[in-house]
């Protein structure tokens, strides 16, 4: 798992690239590597400011909305008149995660020596970003454990066995207000300014919002 410095550090050195914009998306929204690598913008709702991701490209077959902050909808490229696909090349999705992650980590270590940390960044992988944004958002009280489980499409713990036959609700209300203050505090340390704002509440069109 990264910390959330680690987090910022990933953040950070991500290019403006296909790779560099799925590394920030996976960050803001906790999915998973192939839900965003091969997003089809059929998928997207613009308008609607989400991701609505059918049963078939879920892992447990469940169709899943996903809610975008501003953040991570300012991730999404231009589109193009001639493909579906969001990221990648041809007719596939986003593809040479190896070769793309080697790069990232290099960066990671370059920003370090320059900063005159000495200390590596500990071995991860992307799978670490989803757990890391599960644990810090919890921590941070942004969600109760339910609403994240529900953002992140599990069917484990509070949504499991009766509970989860028998509690339909879709928490959409509370997973955009969980996915918007999370985006904003993440732009907000990626910034500089998130030990002064994080943890700041004002109200704004009838919400609470980390500035």
Not at 122 to 138: A, E, G, K, Q, Y
């Amino acid at each position: 798992m990264l910390t959330e410095p680690e987090l910022v550090e990933v953040s950070r050195a991500s290019d403006n690239d296909d790779y560099g914009r799925v590394i920030k998306i996976l960050a803001l929204t906790g999915q998973r590597r192939q839900e965003i690598g091969d997003l089809a913008w059929h998928e997207v709702d613009v308008d609607g400011c989400q991701i609505e991701l059918p049963a078939d490209r879920t892992k447990n077959h469940r169709p899943h909305v996903v809610p975008l902050s501003a953040e991570a909808l300012a991730l999404l490229p231009p589109q193009r008149d001639d493909r579906d696909l969001v990221f990648g090349r041809g007719q596939r999705g986003f593809s040479g995660w190896s070769k793309a992650k080697l790069e990232l980590d290099a960066r990671i270590a370059a920003a370090r020596r320059s900063a005159g940390v000495k200390k590596p960044m500990p071995t991860w992988r992307l799978r670490d970003i989803r757990r890391s944004f599960v644990t810090h958002i919890n921590e941070r009280g942004f969600a109760p454990p339910h609403v994240v489980e529900a953002i992140v499409n599990h069917i484990s713990g509070h949504l499991a066995g009766v509970a989860g036959t028998y509690n339909k609700a879709l928490y959409l209300v509370e997973r955009r207000q969980a996915l918007e203050r999370w985006g904003q505090h993440v732009a907000a340390v990626v910034a500089g300014a998130g030990a002064r704002s994080s943890r700041s509440n004002v109200r704004r069109d009838g919400e609470r919002r980390i500035v």
